[in-house]
């Protein structure tokens, strides 16, 4: 059973979600991106309802067989709901083009409404669609992967991957007693790597420490490094620091020479930062900072196309293994997981370099055997030949000829 986001990825930003709002209750989940975006069938199934609709302007509405999971999906405030052809009783693929978004209706700016039923078009029996998407992979076939971050208890590997999550974003640093769960511990880093969820580093002292500057980065980093390393992982990989409050501008200077400081430890290549939009992305333009997991907390809906990881305040905790936590999307292939090896690509100056070292000084072309003049022009395995010939050491021949 395949679900399908209904944007593509990076063409998007979450709007309201599912709950209460302004008195009310929004029944469905916003997806803000440009008029005339293209949006796309969540699933397979018929067209059900297509047109005007009340408070959507235009709507457009998929019944989903039991093949494929069931319910209704209803998409709404398009300019015009036929755009792409469709009429009622029409068949649609999961991730097929339906439409392109507009803002008609009862709308403040150009958005998709998304609502979901699980059995059969009944309005008073909406269901939150990001749970109804937890496993959706995008139109391009590209899967949103989930993560979770939580301090307050360990879920457990089996019963994160049984949720549908495939990383977790763990402390390195302690909690104290009052959360327990906080610092990533060895064994917990094992049960991660048995049951396939990566792990991604951060580091929290407390929520404004960064205010602190470069002293106190260096030492956060020392800390950090360490756990890491306690834990099986690499010292090349990136570790997220939090600036873990509302940050203004002119606490910048302290939050960068906090950076810097870590970046004395680890290289500045691996220096991440946790935070809302405006510190993050300031980080990112003064670099001290090359990898951002980003809040939407304190972000004004704002997302910096540069992030790595999205933690999704707005969708509140879910409950995994009795622990309450946050969901995180990753927002590129790379997003800082432990597994991901980092070795240097076999580019043509490393080939040349081999070469030489093996073939003689400036043969750095396939076909080129000028020899050594220390080893009497001849190659390093032909001198190895020619010693190993003189020697009289079984198997060794003296050198072939080279046309």
Known sequence: MTRYWPLALGSFRFGSGFGPRDGGFHAGQDFEAADGTPFYACAGGTVLYIGEAQGYGQWIVIDHPASVGGGVTEYGHMWHA????????????????????????????????????????????????????????????????RGLDFAGGRPGAAAIRAAGFGFVVRYLSHGGPSLPGKQLLP????????????????????????????????????????????????????????????????????????????????????????????????????????????????????????????????????????????????????????????????????????REQLCGTGQREPGHYGGWPQLGDRTVVDALAAIGAKLGIDGFEGPCART
């Open 82 to 145: 036929g755009a792409t052809g469709l009429q009622v009783g029409d068949r649609v693929d999961g991730g097929q083009l339906l439409g392109y978004v507009g803002s008609n209706g009862q709308s403040s700016g150009p958005h998709l409404h998304l609502s979901v039923m699980p059995h059969g078009y009944a309005p008073q029996a909406k269901l939150d669609p990001m749970t109804w998407l937890a496993s959706a992979i995008y139109p391009d076939g590209g899967p949103m992967i």
């Open 187 to 354: 064994e917990e880093a094992e049960d991660y790597r048995a049951h396939g969820v990566e792990i991604v580093s951060n580091w929290e002292s407390w929520g404004d420490r960064m205010r602190e500057g470069r002293a106190a980065g260096r030492e956060d980093a020392q800390a950090a490094l360490a756990q890491v390393l306690a834990c099986g992982g690499r010292p090349n990989r990136p570790i997220y620091f939090s600036a873990d409050w509302d940050a203004s501008e002119d606490e910048q200077d302290a939050i960068d020479e906090y950076l810097r400081g870590a970046a004395e430890v680890i290289g500045e290549d691996n220096v991440g930062i946790y935070g809302g939009y405006w510190p993050l992305s300031r980080a990112l333009d003064h670099g001290t900072a090359r990898w951002a997991w980003q809040a939407e907390a304190w972000s004004g809906w704002n997302v910096d196309p540069r992030i790595h990881l999205l933690q999704r305040n707005s969708v509140g905790y879910v409950n995994v293994g009795g622990v309450d936590c946050d969901v995180n999307e990753a927002r590129k292939p790379d997003y800082g997981q432990w597994s991901i090896s980092q070795e240097a690509p076999m580019n043509d100056e490393v080939l040349g370099d081999i």
